[in-house]
Antibody, heavy 118, light 106 residues
Framework: QVQLVQSGAEAKKPGDSLKVSCKAAGYSFTDYMIEWVRQAPGQRLEWMGR????????TYSQKFQGRVTMTRDTSATTAYLELSSLRSEETAIFYC???????????WGQGTLVTVSS | DIQMTQSPSALSASVGDRITITCRASQDISNSLAWFRQKPGKAPESLIYGASSLQSGVPSRFSGSGSGTDFTLTINSLQPEDFASYYCQHYYVYPFTFGQGTKVEI
């Protein structure tokens, strides 16, 4: 069955960078997109961007442009999210999800809590 | 960016009830609308895509309708696991934005 397993919780300081991984299994990794979604405590879901796992093309939300990098390793069927210059108000759970071109996500990872505090 | 607005923000219901949640887009998004359920402390689950098509494995008590700017999610015969938050999301153009959520409480 389709599974997306994310890396564990992290604690960061303001100004740090984060890197979250998303290991995919149970489907053909390169046939789909991987989306990244952020959720601050008590807040709505926020779409950050997506990567085409096949060709590596990326689309980022303008809100994160310049600070976000999404990559993938096809041999490891793993996608990565990097976000730099973290601020204390950016404590959040980061989710990866499988998506299709022209469609929404269907399967989600379990989430990775990133706490940003001095 | 396209703004997505859900109503109500919260509602109280009982097991067995029928409820409806609405989602309005700030511009025409055709039928590029998805719904998600998020149980407390858990990842979102995908329910509906294309405004009215059920994702694989989703119970038939869930249904969606609408096109253009106005959409609804209906849950017939609420089950205990349905007490959760629900989000709509458009995927018409980038960035794909979400509604603010609707919390369904007992």
């Amino acid at each position: 069955q389709v599974q997306l397993v994310q890396s564990g919780a992290e604690a960061k300081k303001p100004g740090d960078s984060l890197k979250v991984s998303c290991k995919a299994a149970g489907y053909s990794f390169t046939d789909y997109m991987i989306e990244w979604v952020r959720q601050a405590p008590g807040q709505r879901l926020e779409w950050m961007g997506r990567i085409n796992a096949g060709n590596g093309d990326t689309t980022y939300s303008q809100k994160f442009q310049g600070r976000v990098t999404m990559t993938r390793d096809t041999s490891a069927t793993t996608a990565y999210l990097e976000l730099s210059s973290l601020r204390s108000e950016e404590t959040a759970i980061f989710y990866c999800a499988r998506g299709i071109w022209g469609g929404p996500p269907d399967y989600w990872g379990q989430g990775t809590l990133v706490t940003v505090s001095s | 960016d396209i703004q997505m607005t859900q109503s109500p923000s919260a509602l109280s219901a009982s097991v067995g009830d029928r409820i409806t949640i609405t989602c309005r887009a700030s511009q025409d998004i055709s039928n590029s609308l998805a719904w998600f359920r998020q149980k407390p402390g858990k990842a979102p689950e995908s329910l509906i895509y294309g405004a009215s098509s059920l994702q694989s494995g989703v119970p038939s008590r869930f249904s969606g309708s609408g096109s253009g700017t106005d959409f609804t999610l209906t849950i017939n015969s609420l089950q205990p696991e349905d007490f959760a938050s629900y989000y709509c999301q458009h995927y018409y153009v980038y960035p794909f934005t979400f509604g603010q959520g609707t919390k369904v409480e007992i």
